[in-house]
């Protein structure tokens, strides 16, 4: 009976404590300061355990069809360097202020199982700014991106531009679609943007 009584007011102080903690505001939510080690190891092997066990169920499609990945890349440079870069070009400033921050997907393309990538790109990771781009793109419209992703290592800065160029009008972003959603990415606009990699430079400086 003293065991159970002890228990149960160590268990009561322990949820006193953690509310306490919790109400106080002393954690620090700040993105721009780290996670401290122990949170960022539960974090991350949480993360890493979840993803290789969801990717199991899906099946794969043939990626080698390089047209495929041609249909993937304008796709790619709309909707993920902004965060993650590209070859030869950093994330943008929205991009640098992540933390987590977003990996170079060319490592992560090297690492990963294209299961896992497209795992990832269509359900987003929780309380990261990685978005869960299936909750607005079917599956037909994200398995091209990921046959651009499984490329991605062996593509430098020059390899890159050329095959965006070469792309030009592929994809949905490049699409004349009248609908607003897609509108922000009119093929003239990547067309101008396309040769030039250094057009994010301005994004760098410091705004203090
Ligand atoms: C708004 C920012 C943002 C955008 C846009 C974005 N991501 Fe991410 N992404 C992240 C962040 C942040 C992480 C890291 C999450 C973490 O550490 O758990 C991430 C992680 C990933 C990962 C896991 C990489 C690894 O090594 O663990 C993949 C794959 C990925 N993103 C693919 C994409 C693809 C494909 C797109 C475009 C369709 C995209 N992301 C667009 C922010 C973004």
Redo the contacts with the bound molecule.
Sequence with gaps: MKIITTLVITLAVGVLAIAGFVYSGLYDVSASSPHSGIVAWL??KT??AS?ERQARLIEVPDLADETLALAGIS??DS??T???GAPGQDPEA??QG?N????D?A???E??TAA??FW??KN??KM????A?GETHGDDE?WP??AL?TRLPKLDSAGYQEMLANAAGMGHHTDDEPSGEHTHDQPAQQEESAPEPEQHDHDTHEHH
Aim: glycine share 10%; aromatic share 4%; charged share 10%.
């Design positions: 974090l991350s993360s890493h993803i796709d790619f909707m993920c902004g965060c993650h929205m991009g992540l987590p921050a977003a990996p997907l490592e992560s393309a690492e990963m896992e990538l990832v790109t987003g990771i990261t700014g990685m978005p781009w994200l991106v990921i992703l």
